[in-house]
């Protein structure tokens, strides 16, 4: 079935980047998304990228995907403490439809 | 433009008690969700309802009704509440469901059964 696959952790100090990993096993999702939740608050979408593209550059964030190793990664560079939060990444469901399967999220804590 | 509300914001229920999660969305959106976020699992989605007059199940349906009320709102009921399913409701809309789009989410409900 599909499933998405994130670790859920990762420290990194304030100004330098981050990189959050992601894989996925649908290799007909059309689309794969990155959502952002600050403490208390409701998912956020970040950034998404479409299944036929390798990159998408977006100020400071920085989507890869690897659709051969159904790979994702989002890349945040110079990272602030306004960036601590929780990570998902989630693909659509086959056929393209609006049904998302979400990772567990992975916690990004920004540290000075 | 207040996005996608829900109500209440936390509860505590009993063992066996039902309660009516509610949630409401201002943009016009034909498409909405329910999902469920316990820790290191994240969101599962519970219910959707691709279009006004239809609902279908998600991932994890069981213990769990939904009625799509009118075009903007989307209740989530539990008939019998359990402790299994304390957890954080959220609901997301989408403009639609049969292609991909972002989906908009409230700030959830935090339900916690003794």
């Known amino acids: 079935g599909e499933d998405v696959e994130q670790s859920l952790f990762l420290s990194v100090r304030e100004g330098d980047s981050s990189v959050i990993n992601c894989t996925y096993t649908d290799s007909s999702s059309t689309y794969l998304y990155w959502y952002k939740q600050e403490p208390g608050a409701g998912l956020q979408l970040l950034t998404y990228?479409?299944?036929?593209?390798d990159m998408k550059q977006d100020q400071r964030l920085t989507v890869l995907l690897n659709k051969k190793d159904k790979h994702l990664s989002l890349r945040i560079a110079d990272t602030q403490t306004g960036d601590s939060a929780i990570y998902f990444c989630a693909e659509s469901s086959t056929g393209g439809y609006n049904k998302l399967i979400f990772g567990a999220g992975t916690r990004l804590a920004v540290h000075p | 433009n207040a996005g996608v509300t829900q109500t209440p914001k936390f509860q505590v229920l009993k063992t066996g008690q039902s309660m009516t999660l509610q949630c409401a969305q201002d943009m016009n959106h034909n498409s909405m969700y329910w999902y469920r976020q316990d820790p290191g699992m994240g969101l599962r989605l519970i219910y959707y309802s691709a279009s006004e007059g239809t609902t279908d199940k998600g991932e994890v349906p069981n213990g769990y009704n939904v009625s799509r009320l009118n075009k903007r709102e989307f209740s989530l009921r539990l008939e019998s509440a359990a402790p299994s399913q304390t957890s954080v409701y959220f609901c997301?809309?989408?403009?639609?469901?049969?292609?991909?789009?972002?989906?908009?989410f409230g700030p959830g409900t935090r339900l916690t059964v003794t």
């Open positions: 990228i479409f299944s036929n593209m």
């Open positions: 997301a809309s989408s403009p639609d469901y049969f292609v991909s789009y972002e989906q908009y």
